[in-house]
């Protein structure tokens, strides 16, 4: 007997029937499942793509009648992570109810106010814009996906006549249309015209399938999309090489992720010409058959089709305009060609907001590009986090397979650009915008932080993911750095957090971690030298190596660091700020320690140096001067402890104690105060400020600057 999923090659059938076995008798539940799996798959749809809902029976809180009630996703939600707090819930008898006083389709945005008055469930997320298009159609399961073999079609000259013969009628077709009320009464009128209809097919974006049952509903959807793309596949090159084939041949794998590296923070520094933006690099194979292919100077300019697509993608990328093997040393004289081609690109969006904008218009936005495509090494995107910039990378990914999918049985037809400006700059969207909640203080900055497996680099980079950061967490402690990373990313997810091993004293592993970073984030804002370790002995029992360890890891540690980090602050050009964690100990003398205090004031006087020295490109450098920080510190491990116990004649468990004490404010210093510190030097409150330290010690008199 053939199994479902042996019905399927183009799309992955995940349906559990044991799972779904347990949810029986909740059709919420089940709908919830169905949607995630949907969801699961991005070749069905995008994150936040898409809606999907169920018609139930539930008892009036009123009347305790039974009344119909459509549960959807709401507004800005997700199906494929959407649980029951990111559903609305609406009376369907008073949703269609509001037919009776709908004036016509130039006001059609007046009535999503109205669908507030239709909830039946008081804690609902906002209804989305798609709920009469649910609403109108009778059946109690209804999926509408933007499954990329569908869109190609929807995209293409042919779309209409393609949808007619593959399905034999059995999947109608509605001229695209933005959106909304009307949009919903359209898809009514055509069920009624075609009453056996399986689907509908929206030209120009996505698809609608319904079921009796999640499973049936589920199951249409899949069969719909299926037909869709075995028709695409059999028709890949078969008249014409796929995009007309290859213009420009691809650069090694790792060639090409060197070359992007060396980009990308250039590219983020023009990107950010008006407000500082996240960046994501890929060179999937999808995008290497467009941008290495004859037609993607063609094709790329005409821009997406799908609302969904260009809301995060803008209407169209950048072309840059620079040969793939790039000589590193020689990018200096490509960057007036780079200058150009923003500036450029800049002016085309403004030209298109200016000639398509209406009276009531929200104020043009960002004019830079969203997508940048690179023949031979692939695509950047660059956005407001890292969570928009890695969709957006994958939603021009969808809309590439519907360029390569319409092209193949037909051509590809975008959006007329009048229709995009009015999905682009609905005020409907400008309302979602501006109830988006005010950005952290670090919400657009990049760290690095050394040394930050645990101990004060963790609690640095704690505070700065609390505050908003992209934080990249390195550590020679490869095993210690990945068990951190875990924890960080189960509270802050797994864009915000990045780790990458490094040992501070070598050179490729340092440059293999700055490419990381310039691949992951686009650049760097912050760095933090916190990385270290402590020799405490008495002068005449130092070794030679004790010496060269201490200063090669503390001194041309933090020199290395900041080079490296340099570079890639300069390529920017927007500043950023280097925090160096040094001690008391590089102010003040104290018993067996030379060589550790010794390195620690070379770390406080280079850190004063490059201060005077960067000041001019906007890059701070400032010090912070912990003293006795016991709490989770592996300073205390190796010795260090029992030394400085010895040193001042006590015993080990009472040093806690005997720090505090002889502080001025009889305080224990905790990794919380350095990381309170740490962000103050970078949260802007002191962008003024440069060359300074600041002692967290407690207070202790011998240790004032002076």
Same mark, same amino acid.
């Given at each position: ?33 169905? $949607? ?11 994150? +936040?793509?898409?809606?999907? &809902? ?86 109690? %399961?209804?999926? %509408? ?18 949808? /007619? ?69 059999? %028709? ?6 796929? @995009? ?25 520094? !023009?990107? *950010?010409? /008006? ?17 290495? $292919? =004859? ?34 040393? /020689? ?7 780079? =200058? ?52 957006? $990378? ?16 037909? *051509? ?8 995009? @400006? ?45 505050? +908003? ?41 340092? *440059? ?10 686009? +650049? ?13 002995? &008495? !002068? ?11 200063? /090669? ?29 040094? &001690? ?12 550790? *205090? ?82 103050? @030097? ?25």
């Amino acid at each position: 007997m053939t199994t479902p999923q042996a019905r399927f090659t183009h799309v992955d059938y995940l349906w559990d029937p044991e799972k779904a076995r347990l949810m029986e008798g909740n059709k919420l539940e089940l709908f919830l499942y169905r $949607s995630n799996l949907l969801g699961a798959d991005l070749r069905i749809t995008n994150f +936040g793509g898409g809606n999907t &809902s169920c018609k139930t029976l539930e008892k009036d809180p009123l009347t305790q009648q039974d009344v119909e009630v459509m549960w959807i996703k709401g507004s800005g939600g997700d199906i494929g992570t959407m649980t029951r707090s990111g559903l609305a819930g609406l009376y369907v008898d008073k949703l269609r109810s509001l037919e009776k006083i709908y004036k016509g389709i130039d006001h059609e945005d007046e009535m999503v106010a109205l669908f507030s008055h239709c909830l039946f469930d008081m804690a609902s997320k906002a209804p989305s814009i798609d709920t009469p298009l649910h609403g109108f159609l009778p059946f109690k %399961h209804i999926d %509408h996906l933007h499954p990329d073999a569908i869109i190609a079609i929807a995209a293409s000259k042919d779309g209409e006549k393609i949808t /007619q013969e593959l399905w034999n009628g059995k999947i109608a077709w509605v001229p695209w249309q933005r959106p909304g009320f009307d949009l919903g009464l359209k898809l009514k009128e055509t069920l009624a015209k075609y009453p056996h209809s399986k689907g509908i097919l929206l030209g120009g974006h996505g698809l609608f399938t319904w079921g009796d049952t999640s499973y049936g509903c589920y199951l249409s959807s899949l069969e719909v999309i299926e037909t869709a793309s075995l028709y695409l596949a059999s %028709h890949a090159g078969k008249n014409r090489p796929i @995009f007309g084939g290859e213009k420009v041949p691809a650069l090694a794998p790792e060639l090409r992720k060197k070359q992007a590296a060396l980009l990308a923070p250039i590219l983020r520094g !023009f990107a *950010s010409s /008006q407000v500082r933006m996240i960046g994501t690099f890929t060179d999937a194979a999808p995008v290497l058959e467009f941008v290495n $292919s =004859q037609d993607m100077e063609r094709l790329a300019p005409m821009g997406t089709s799908c609302p969904d697509h260009f809301l995060r993608t803008k209407i169209s990328p950048l072309l840059l305009p620079l040969p793939p093997e790039v000589d590193p040393s /020689q990018m200096d004289t490509h960057l007036p060609r780079l =200058q150009e081609a923003f500036a450029a690109y800049r002016e085309r969006y403004t030209q298109y907001y200016q000639s398509h904008k209406h009276p009531n218009s929200p104020a043009m936005r960002d004019p830079n590009p969203v997508i940048l495509l690179w023949p031979g090494v692939g695509m950047f995107s660059f956005a407001k986090d890292k969570q928009t910039s890695r969709v957006a $990378s994958e939603f021009y990914i969808n809309a590439i397979q519907v360029m390569r999918g319409a092209e193949s049985v037909s *051509s590809y037809v975008s959006l007329p650009l009048q229709e995009a @400006f009015d999905i682009e700059y609905w005020l409907l969207e400008e309302a979602k915008l501006q109830r988006m909640p005010k950005e952290a203080p670090l919400s657009r900055k990049i760290a690095l932080v050394t040394g930050s497996a645990g101990g004060i680099g963790k609690g640095i980079a704690t505070k700065f993911l609390e505050e +908003g950061a992209y934080v990249v967490l390195s550590d020679i402690n490869a095993e210690k750095l990945a068990s951190t990373v875990s924890e960080l990313e189960k509270k802050f997810g797994k864009d915000r957090v990045y780790g990458a091993t490094l040992d501070v004293t070598d050179s490729k592993s340092l *440059s293999s971690c700055m490419e990381k970073i310039a691949l992951r984030y686009g +650049g760097v804002d912050i760095l933090v030298n916190n990385a270290g370790i402590s020799i405490s002995k &008495s !002068f005449e029992a130092h070794t030679e190596e004790d010496w060269e360890r201490l200063h /090669q890891i503390l001194v041309m540690g933090q020199f290395q660091v900041s080079k490296a980090g340099i570079t890639l602050l300069r390529h920017q050009g927007f500043g950023g700020d280097i925090v160096n964690i040094v &001690s008391k100990n590089a102010l003040v003398a104290g018993p067996k320690n030379v060589a550790y *205090s010794t390195a620690k004031a070379a770390q406080l006087h280079m850190s004063r140096l490059l201060a005077a020295e960067l000041a001019e490109e906007k890059i701070r450098v400032n010090v912070i001067n912990p003293d006795a920080v016991i709490e989770n510190s592996s300073i205390w491990e190796g010795g260090w402890a029992e030394n400085r116990a010895k040193a001042y004649g006590i015993a080990v468990e009472e040093l806690p104690a005997y720090y505090a004490n002889r502080t001025l404010l009889k305080e224990s210093v905790k990794v919380s105060d350095i990381a309170e510190a740490a962000f103050i @030097f970078v949260s802007g409150a002191l962008s003024k400020s440069t060359g300074n330290m600041l002692n967290v010690d407690g207070g202790l008199a011998a240790a004032f600057p002076r």
